[in-house]
């Protein structure tokens, strides 16, 4: 084998060999469809989050106190086992290294793909590439960005002077209440949506599952949950700037804090 | 019914792999709807020739469409606009009176212009030499049925063979990626029992060796269109399982 390989001369390698040959499983990373895996698999693992985290939300329609007593059931996950809090942040630190593993393989299969790709002066027409497909690059950085300001926004509170730590319902209200702020996370949530489309009927290639019988599904299913995570999501900056969700710049947590709601008690 | 059209023709030329290329415009004057797009700019090479003009070099063979030799990306597509076609079977028919058409060469970073429209495609033979065979010990042919292969794999796996290896795939790509090239090549292979014994062996080190020269797949599923075979991407998906199979096979094998 290895002298048929040497008798074809070929052009340069676009990319070189792995400095580093890591032990097993490690080296399934190094290389490119490796790579493709854990984008699927850590995509599984994000999409995943973006469901609940997006369904969790719609307590905002049940009201102030609601969505209060729902942040704190997450703090409260798994405590008859663990210390309060621990759960969340196991889950958090999962969602973490997954995220990061998503950018890194997209950064480094992107130069990849950038090192081998020569444009054609021409132009080029697409007959199979769609609008989502094609902007993955873009939608990608957009939605990191954003995902920054969503947390400095309504986690770390830095943009908000009236910001209460444990006060979704009254945050999320002052926040999106500013119309530039609405508008990004309109902006921000539609290209999660278009990110979604193609991820999630790429996950299935890449991962290799692939029955020709059930295949036109998983378009169906790219579709679907990129429908539902796209109506649920504008939701909130909508009805916020409808005035549905409205607290009147009051904060049910202060006043619980303060012992002045009134007739509420849990 | 045949006719005659007139176009005008925006070629690629570049005399040679370090000399600058540019695009230079022809008028192709009279030619017949019934002409295959090679036999057209034989056409053309013929009146350039009579100028003394250098003529354009392309590559072609067998001009049946099964060869694999030719190749052009023609108005911003991989063989042209007719689906499942490669470029020796495309028609003028396909064309209008008076259209204007833009040639150039398969563009990738692995497949490096040698010449006018022709470009050098080692890279993919790379590919195959790293696997794109079974061995099996030579003698006298073995008995037809010897082994027994299900119809489905059958058709399956020839489906996959059906690849030329043009490289319209790679041309075609966003990302200049040989998967569905390298899918077929390996699959078809795979899925015989003839290709068991080294089914692990070969979809690695293929998988390797086309990582080495091509970019990353991102599933937009244009290799699929531009396939003069219509090979399908399900390919591609099958041999990205075989291949993560292989990297935990061979690990057993090897320890």
């Known amino acids: 084998m290895a002298q048929a390989i040497t008798r074809v001369s070929t052009p340069p390698p676009v990319r070189s060999e792995p400095r580093v040959k890591l032990p097993w499983p490690l080296n399934i990373y190094q290389t490119a469809v490796g790579k493709k895996w854990v984008m699927g698999l850590t995509g599984i693992a994000l999409l995943g989050f973006i469901v609940v985290h997006m369904i969790g939300n719609l307590h905002l329609y049940e009201g102030p106190l609601e969505i209060h007593e729902y942040a704190e059931t997450l703090r409260d996950l798994g405590t008859k086992l663990l210390p309060r809090t621990w759960l969340l942040w196991i889950m958090r630190i999962g969602l973490i290294i997954a995220f990061a593993l998503h950018i890194h393989s997209a950064y480094s299969l992107s130069r990849m793909s950038i090192a081998a790709d020569k444009r054609y002066p021409g132009g080029r027409s697409y007959i199979a590439a769609n609008f989502a497909s094609r902007t993955m690059r873009w939608t990608g950085p957009i939605i990191g960005l954003y995902l920054f300001y969503h947390l400095a926004d309504l986690t770390w509170g830095w943009f908000n002077p009236d910001f209460v730590r444990g006060d979704p319902y009254h945050n999320v209200s002052e926040s999106l209440s500013s119309i530039p702020v609405a508008i990004l996370y309109i902006v921000a949530n539609t290209a999660l949506a278009v990110h979604i489309f193609h991820g999630t009927w790429s996950m299935f290639q890449s991962l290799g599952v692939n029955s020709p019988r059930y295949n036109h599904l998983r378009r169906y299913l790219a579709a679907g949950l990129a429908g539902i995570i796209l109506v649920g999501n504008l939701s909130f900056p909508i009805f916020v700037q409808a005035g549905v969700i409205d607290d009147d710049g009051r904060s049910i947590v202060e006043e619980l804090q303060h012992g002045t709601a009134e007739g509420e008690d849990h | ?255």
């Open chain 2, 1 to 255: 019914m045949s006719s005659e059209i007139n176009l005008t023709l925006k070629v690629w030329r570049q005399p040679g792999p370090l000399a600058e290329g540019r695009f230079v415009t022809y008028e192709a004057s009279g030619i017949s709807t019934d002409a295959s797009f090679l036999e057209m700019l034989d056409i053309v090479n013929e009146r350039l020739i009579e100028m003394g003009d250098e003529p354009i070099v392309f590559e072609s063979d067998c001009r049946e469409g099964i060869c694999g030799t030719c190749g052009l990306m023609i108005n911003g597509q991989a063989h042209g606009p007719q689906k499942g076609t490669a470029t020796c079977q495309l028609h003028m028919r396909s064309f209008n009176d008076g259209d204007h058409i833009v040639i150039e060469p398969w563009r990738a970073t692995s497949f490096p212009v040698l010449r006018d429209l022709a470009v050098d495609r080692r890279a993919m033979d790379a590919i195959i030499a790293a696997g794109g065979y079974i061995s099996v010990n030579t003698g006298a042919a073995p008995d037809a049925n010897l082994t027994p292969v299900p119809k489905e794999t059958a058709d399956t796996a020839f489906d996959a063979a059906a690849c030329i290896g043009c490289g319209a795939c790679v041309a075609a790509c966003p990302n200049s990626a040989a998967q569905l090239f390298t899918a077929a090549k390996v699959q078809h292979l795979n899925l015989l029992p003839q290709g068991q014994a080294q089914r692990w062996a070969r979809t690695e080190a293929m998988v390797e060796t086309m990582e080495e020269f091509f970019g990353s797949c991102t599933n937009h599923g244009e290799c699929e269109e531009a396939c003069p075979k219509e090979i399908p991407i399900d390919f591609i998906a099958w041999t990205n399982r075989d291949y993560i199979k292989a990297k935990v096979k061979n690990r057993k094998l090897a320890g």
